[in-house]
């Protein structure tokens, strides 16, 4: 989990609406890496909803697996995929379907979106259980099941906040 005293690369995949950009600020904070949103690399520039080309798309996760500290987030799993042989921690935010969807119709339309683009991703998210691509539960519980390095699976927000607090104070420790 460590590498010369600090996470190295540490991976957060989950549904969308789960947590994933939060807990990743959170922990950028606390480690003073570089967070790297799959969000970012995934759509096209203000255009959330167009798909980047997918050429250019690889090449930047590629890239950015490559850095000797990040914190990476999205939901992804072909992206995860990607990255995962680089990360020395994977952590799975896997909250219920129905608080996901209330925590993206808190956040509201973002990047570009339209309300059809929205009530799709409401659609997408509620459906996360279901879908059998690499963007789901099934996708997201085979990359855990596979990953042999340390590893957490979230289910509640009062894990994943426990979670970092362990880790924050861990780091403190480490820095006194």
């Not at 690369?9 to 922990?27: D, E, Q, S």
Request: charged share 25%; aromatic share 10%; glycine share 12%.
């Amino acid at each position: 989990m460590e590498q010369d005293g600090k996470f190295g690369r540490i991976l957060i995949m989950g549904n969308g609406g789960c947590g994933k950009t939060w807990l990743a600020r959170k922990l950028g904070d606390v480690f003073g890496h570089r967070v790297i949103h799959l969000d970012d690399l995934h759509w096209e520039p203000g255009n959330y909803g167009i798909v980047r080309d997918r050429t250019l798309r690889d090449k930047d996760v590629q890239i950015a697996r490559e850095a000797d500290y990040w914190i990476m987030e999205g939901v992804y799993g072909q992206l995860i995929q990607m990255a995962l042989g680089r990360a020395t921690t994977l952590i799975w935010l896997d909250l219920p379907e129905e608080e996901c969807i209330a925590n993206i119709r808190r956040r509201g339309i973002q990047g570009g979106g339209s309300q059809t683009r929205f009530q799709d991703l409401l659609q997408w998210v509620a459906e996360y259980g279901t879908r059998t691509n690499w963007n789901s539960f099934k996708g997201h519980k085979w990359l855990f099941d596979g990953f042999s390095g340390p590893k957490a699976l979230l289910r509640n927000r009062a894990k994943i906040a426990d979670y970092l607090d362990r880790i924050s104070q861990f780091e403190q420790r480490r820095l006194s």
